[in-house]
């Protein structure tokens, strides 16, 4: 048992697979996300695998300031992701809700809707840095894995820009 | 004997011990040498089994308003049939056991593609239905050049026992006939310029959109069991007739890698292309070749 439940924790580690989640943003990060997977980067060496589906995704990657059209969509896609899972917020709209804060339209940041694991701050950020959130997240997976514990207990990580 | 010669073609060789590790290393190679064609270092060696056993430990999240033993069968149906596909493969020299006929191990090598469509249809979303439509359509463009290939090539020889489609002679009809498949495969296999069932940023994973965890795990062994069959049956035909068993197997393994590297090549040089030009080109440029075998099959057995 014990063997298997190591052996799970490095296959979380080694193969997050992302669904990439627009709530309103600017499509700047959306352009730096698709750069990190791209071959200058090539974030397929740590098993990152851009998925169609939420349902085949490990890791929730979502930018923008959280519309209030978005905000249903994202608990929505949340709940389809099966767990273990973990959630990036790609750029400083998530976290902050960034230039646009006070805005009527908006419902942010994302952490009022789904807890975050991993930010990553910049507007937009690089896409190194991306892959470092990513890769982050792939290790809270695996601890997870290790102490079965629920998604909401761990304070969310920051990676630096 | 003969149940436990049958028992470790089953089980052992080129049964689930073989198949299992071959179908994970023709994965990566398919995935690592796209990369290295695109100039990246790509996935690891391993990839594809932490990826395996990684949804295994997966939930699976409710669905609402889906027949869930339906979807639970499918995946099983398929991983099943395509494992005894792989044990059916007539790799080495026979020594009894049983011996399946070539019916049957084509009827296993479809059931895969039948489940696919099924899955989708049975999930009830829209990406998986236009998916299985389009697996469905595809399945029916290139069986007629496939079955038509193989079975001439069976026809000349008046028999349809697997041993003996095996230990053929080199022949022009031969040649003919593998080439018919190899233009086949990648449609078989769902790869680039035919992966339109599973077209992804378009239809997301067609019909594979409603799986998760280890339900996705048995897909994904599926695809690559089917690659160790499908490429198998060509390297059986291919390969000449060897005695010795050791020498038989590394040959067979050898072949297969080459067909796999080959068809590799063609989805990283390739991009989609749409299904009436898919279609087009199966009726159209393609049925070329099975004529050319099935007549010269046709010859053979006037001339016998």
């Known amino acids: ?161 | 004997m003969n149940l436990v010669t049958a028992l470790a073609r089953l089980l052992i060789f080129p049964g689930l011990l073989f198949a299992v590790p071959a179908a994970w290393f023709f994965l990566w190679v398919e995935r690592k040498s796209v990369a290295l064609m695109q100039g990246r270092i790509g996935p690891p060696f391993m990839q594809p089994f932490y990826d395996f056993i990684k949804l295994l430990g997966k939930d699976t999240p409710p669905r609402p308003g889906i027949a869930g033993g339906l979807m639970r069968l499918w995946p099983l149906l398929a991983v099943s049939s395509a494992a005894g596909a792989v044990a059916l493969l007539p790799v080495l020299p026979s020594y009894g056991g049983f011996p399946g006929d070539l019916i049957l191990l084509l009827g296993l090598l479809e059931m895969p593609s039948m489940c696919i469509i099924a899955a989708g249809f049975s999930s009830r979303s829209i990406f998986s239905e236009i998916g299985s439509a389009r697996e469905a359509v595809l399945s029916v463009s290139y069986n007629i050049v496939f079955l038509l290939a193989i079975l001439s090539i069976a026809a000349s020889q008046h028999t349809f026992r697997l041993d003996a489609i095996a230990h053929l002679p080199a022949s022009p009809l031969l040649g003919l006939g593998i080439v018919a498949l190899v233009v086949c495969l990648p449609a078989k296999l769902h790869l680039n310029p035919f992966s339109l069932p599973n077209a992804e940023q378009e239809i997301y994973s067609g019909p594979m959109i409603e799986y998760a965890g280890p339900e996705l795990a048995m897909w994904e062994l599926t695809h690559g069991l089917e690659w160790v069959a499908a490429t198998g049956l060509v390297a059986t035909l291919a390969a000449p007739h060897l005695t010795i068993w050791w020498l038989a197997a590394v040959l067979f393994v050898a072949l297969s890698c080459a067909i796999v590297l080959l068809l590799s090549t063609l989805a990283a040089a390739t991009a989609r292309i749409a299904i009436d030009t898919t279609v087009r080109f199966y009726w159209q440029c393609t049925l070329i070749f099975a004529v050319l075998v099935l007549s010269s099959a046709i010859f053979v057995r006037f001339r016998s």
């Open chain 1, 1 to 161: 048992m014990k063997l298997w439940n190591r052996l799970m924790c490095t296959c979380r580690r080694r193969s997050p697979w992302l669904f990439h989640m627009n709530s309103g943003s600017c499509n700047g990060c959306d352009i730096e996300l698709v750069a990190a997977i791209t071959p200058r980067y090539d974030a397929e060496q740590l098993g990152v695998r851009l998925e169609g589906s939420p349902r085949h995704a490990d890791i929730l990657c979502i930018t923008g300031p959280v519309t209030r059209n978005a905000a249903g969509a994202i608990e929505t896609v949340y709940g389809q992701v099966p767990g273990p899972k973990a959630v990036v917020a790609i750029g400083s709209c998530p976290a902050t809700t960034n230039v646009f804060i006070d805005s009527r339209t908006l419902d942010g940041p994302l952490e009022k809707h789904v807890p975050v694991d991993v930010f990553v701050p910049g507007c937009p950020p690089r896409p190194d840095a991306i892959i470092q959130g990513i890769a982050k997240a792939a290790t809270i997976l695996a601890e997870r894995a290790a102490k079965s514990a629920p998604a909401t207990e761990a304070p969310a990580a920051e990676v630096q820009p």
